[in-house]
């Protein structure tokens, strides 16, 4: 299949899911899952692993269920009631650890909303701690803070930090010990589904993104390096 753009119908199809969140109903509208939602991400990945390999040689690219194309269903040990998401999540991911412990491209869709993200959004314990080692080291601190500066300029965010104390190690007087309080590593943009959503255009959109966050990708990355050596 030839990417052409998300259809309508798929976010119709995640509209339908608020108010029909059921296995039941999922599997009694199988064919319109596949049709709507699973063949265009497929469609996507392909396309976009092609683009995203001039950025990155070696990124996964891989257009399969718990690959890059995340499960529709919850995890069923905290969502009893909502077992279906209302979202569709879709990653490329670079290097040999766990897809969501590598410095990644992302992207998920809902009915009203488009985020789209590079880096590490969540933090694992042992990544925290290879982190909080790594920054530690001046350099390598001050360019993060650098790469950060210059996507926030370009109009990206930063989440908020996850803590509010220092851990122990840092200099609260240092310039950039905010870093410290991050259990994650991410930067992101959003936007309402359009008519570049709803076509090809979304590869070269979404690709500009990810080419002004490469610096973020690469400085994760190396990070991810670092948390291989250190084990």
Same mark, same amino acid.
């Given at each position: 299949?030839?990417?052409? +753009?998300?259809?309508?119908? +798929?976010?119709?199809?995640?509209?339908?899911?608020?108010?029909? @969140?059921?296995?039941?109903?999922?599997?009694? @509208?199988?064919?319109?899952?596949?049709?709507?939602?699973?063949?265009?991400?497929?469609?996507?990945?392909?396309?976009?692993?092609?683009?995203?390999?001039?950025?990155?040689?070696?990124?996964?690219?891989?257009?399969?269920?718990?690959?890059?194309?995340? =499960?529709?269903?919850?995890?069923?040990?905290?969502?009893?009631?909502?077992?279906?998401?209302?979202?569709?999540?879709?990653?490329?991911?670079?290097?040999?650890?766990? =897809?969501?412990?590598?410095?990644?491209? *992302?992207?998920?869709?809902?009915?009203?909303?488009?985020?789209?993200?590079? +880096?590490?959004? @969540?933090?694992?314990?042992?990544?925290?701690?290879? *982190?909080?080692?790594?920054?530690? @080291?001046?350099? =390598?601190?001050?360019?993060?803070?650098?790469?950060?500066?210059?996507?926030?300029?370009?109009?990206?965010?930063?989440?908020?930090?996850?803590?509010?104390?220092?851990?122990? +190690?840092?200099?609260?007087?240092?310039?950039?010990?905010?870093?410290?309080?991050?259990?994650?590593?991410?930067?992101?943009?959003?936007?309402?589904?359009?008519?570049?959503?709803?076509?090809?255009?979304?590869?070269?959109?979404?690709?500009?993104?990810?080419?002004?966050?490469?610096?973020?990708?690469?400085?994760?990355?190396?990070?991810?390096?670092?948390?291989?050596?250190?084990?």
């Amino acid at each position: 299949m030839i990417f052409q +753009g998300f259809p309508k119908e +798929g976010l119709a199809f995640l509209d339908a899911i608020i108010l029909n @969140n059921s296995k039941e109903w999922l599997n009694a @509208n199988k064919e319109e899952y596949e049709q709507y939602i699973l063949a265009p991400n497929r469609a996507y990945v392909a396309e976009m692993g092609e683009h995203l390999q001039i950025l990155v040689p070696h990124i996964h690219a891989i257009p399969k269920i718990n690959k890059s194309l995340f =499960r529709i269903y919850r995890d069923a040990r905290f969502h009893l009631a909502d077992p279906i998401k209302e979202r569709i999540g879709i990653i490329f991911w670079q290097g040999h650890s766990h =897809r969501m412990q590598s410095s990644s491209f *992302y992207m998920h869709y809902a009915p009203h909303e488009i985020f789209v993200a590079t +880096g590490i959004r @969540n933090f694992k314990p042992p990544m925290l701690a290879v *982190y909080r080692e790594y920054i530690q @080291n001046t350099q =390598r601190r001050t360019q993060l803070h650098h790469i950060v500066e210059t996507l926030k300029a370009k109009g990206y965010s930063l989440p908020q930090p996850d803590y509010k104390r220092y851990p122990r +190690g840092f200099d609260k007087d240092d310039a950039h010990v905010y870093l410290s309080l991050f259990r994650s590593m991410y930067m992101y943009t959003t936007f309402k589904p359009n008519k570049a959503f709803h076509s090809s255009k979304i590869i070269y959109k979404n690709f500009e993104i990810y080419q002004d966050m490469l610096p973020l990708q690469e400085w994760v990355y190396q990070l991810t390096l670092y948390s291989s050596s250190s084990k």
